[in-house]
């Protein structure tokens, strides 16, 4: 058996990867300091793998912390990083603090893998790189040019891929950018999904606990862009599919088989979705009404962004298998057991 290291193991998307690690029969090991994430998280990946999860609770900023980790686990052949701090709004706000999040804990994670022999490294990156796309630049690919990063965020994510190109080239490392577009949906089981964050301002939450009654409405902003019905269109990707795809890139690391030593690879559906489109898929995937205002377009937003995703199924072999009904779908059955398991609003006041 393979050992994995997944920081942000208690996070949504790390929490569905190592779903998917033990289900492909990797062990795992995660890391985490809860800033964003509790560890009930652990219960809920044993009510559906059956397995405890080894973990540390510990902040990644802390270089020799995180060596602890390493030191104790001389058999780790992988990590996957996913431990950031997510919120853009949070970020234009405290921009400081998100850069020493995401860049050192990176910085020290890279650098334990050069100290420990640890070759494979899968960053999580963002389609937040490419800044606001210009629309003949659509579907872009790996290759398309970065723009500004359009907040402190996004501007991590990019340096992020920086630094671990120049360490690959500097240091005996490998080291995989998965650069995913709109990762929403939950586990299809329905017993695990995404904790509500302090400031909800992402599209699924909002559209499901504005269909259950946790907030009375949610807004769309603008509905006079220049797309098919007015309103922004992303590239909507379920969660346990981008999980899928962590676990098939090191499974190619791993048998040799994939040899670059830094890459970077898209993970999106390659459709655009509408705003419109989506709460639709919602209503119908549910059966129940989203309700929705209008409102003007806010700051910040670009227009339209989805990805061309042929580099994943050429180097990976990956292609998506859930659509948008079973995004909604899953997103739904979590916001009903959430009501079940008594968490309403963000999960740090539980
Ligand atoms: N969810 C998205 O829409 C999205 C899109 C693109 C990229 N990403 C990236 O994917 C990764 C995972 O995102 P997510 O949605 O699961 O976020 P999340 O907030 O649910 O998970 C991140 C986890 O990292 C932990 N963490 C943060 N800083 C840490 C530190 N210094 N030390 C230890 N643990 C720390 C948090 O407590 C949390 O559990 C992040 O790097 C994020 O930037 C997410």
Redesign the pocket.
Known sequence: MNTVLV??G?????SHTIIELINANFKVIS???????NATTYDRIKEITGADVPFYD????DLEAARKIFQENTDIVGVIH?????SVPDSVDNPDFCFD?NNN?LINIAKCCVEFNVPNLIF?S?CSVYGNVNPEDLPVTEDTPLKKAESPYGYTKQNGEVILEFMCNAYPLHAICLR?F??VGAHISGKIG?LPAKRVN?LVPVITQAAAGVIPHFTVFGDDYATRDGSCIRDYIHVSDIADAHVKALQKKISGEYTTAYDIINLGSGDGVSVFEAINAFEEASGVKAPHEIGSKRAGDVESIYSNPVKAEQVLGWKPKYNIHDMMASAWKWQLRMKELGIAKHKLED
């Open positions: 920081t942000g208690a996070g949504y998307i790390g890391v985490d300091n809860y800033i964003n994430s510990t902040d990644l900023r996913f431990a950031a701090l997510k999040n804990s999580s963002s995913y709109n990762p995404e992402n």
